[in-house]
């Protein structure tokens, strides 16, 4: 199985800051890896698939890049709303696997 | 409107089996493969296996393949998973998502999830 580790775990940020976070697979998944954002008490909703496409209606502040086996994520200028767990998930091959997910709280 | 509705929550005690509908509308059923992840209370996502509505091929993840089992209905545009030998480590979430035309594919479309609960 392909392991997906995420980092950081938590993290903690400013209305306005820029966030990143990252994404490392065990074995090279070209850029099959999408991001998922989660609120409590909800269904995950796609952010970015294929590594670095913006899912339609999405703003444009959530960001995607990597290839192979390092990825990346970030919010550009961070916004109360985006409280939230984030994930993201292999989908090279099966089984898919998700990232242990980061949660992201506002300062 | 393309969405997925799940049947409602369900308590068992363990040993028992649990069966979650998941019905799709809005889009033709078998265009898309559909996937079941749960979700445990305060944990991540973990994939459980997939179905393919046009034929019902299945593919079941390691974990769950001697007590998981995945169908469909055409003519109601439903799936459905069951699980049996209930314990409470299968206490979550279980949530049917679309995915792509092709067994490995983007989620695009989530339901709004079915709390299982397993006590005694």
């Known amino acids: 199985d392909i392991q997906m580790t995420q980092s950081p775990s938590s993290l903690s940020a400013v209305v306005g800051d820029r966030v990143t976070i990252t994404c490392q697979a065990s074995?090279?998944?070209?850029?099959?890896l999408n991001w998922y954002q989660q609120k409590p008490g909800k269904a995950p909703k796609l952010l970015i698939f294929?590594?670095?496409n913006l899912e339609t209606g999405v703003p444009s502040r959530f960001s995607g890049r990597g290839s192979g086996t390092d990825f990346t994520f970030t919010i550009s200028g961070l916004q109360p709303e985006d409280v939230a767990t984030y994930y993201c998930?292999?989908?090279?091959?099966?089984?898919?696997?998700f990232g242990r997910g980061t949660r992201l709280e506002i300062k | 409107q393309v969405q997925l509705v799940q049947s409602g929550a369900e308590v068992k005690k363990p040993g028992a089996s649990v069966k979650v509908s998941c019905k799709a509308s809005?889009?033709?059923?078998?265009?898309?493969?559909i996937h079941w992840v749960r979700q445990a209370p305060g944990q991540g996502l973990e994939w459980m296996g997939l179905?393919?509505?046009?034929?019902?091929?299945?593919t079941y993840a390691q974990k769950f393949q001697d007590r998981f089992i995945m169908t469909r209905d055409t003519s109601t545009s439903t799936l459905y998973m069951a699980l049996s030998t209930l314990r409470s480590e299968d206490t979550a979430i279980y949530f049917c998502?679309?995915?792509?035309?092709?067994?490995?594919?983007?989620?695009?479309?989530w339901g709004q999830g079915t709390q299982v609960t397993v006590s005694s």
């Open positions: 998502v679309r995915g792509g035309e092709v067994a490995t594919g983007v989620f695009d479309l």
């Open positions: 809005g889009y033709t059923f078998t265009d898309n493969y």
């Open positions: 179905i393919n509505p046009n034929g019902g091929s299945t």
């Open positions: 074995q090279d998944i070209d850029n099959s």
């Open positions: 294929d590594a670095s």
């Open positions: 998930q292999q989908f090279s091959r099966l089984p898919i696997t």
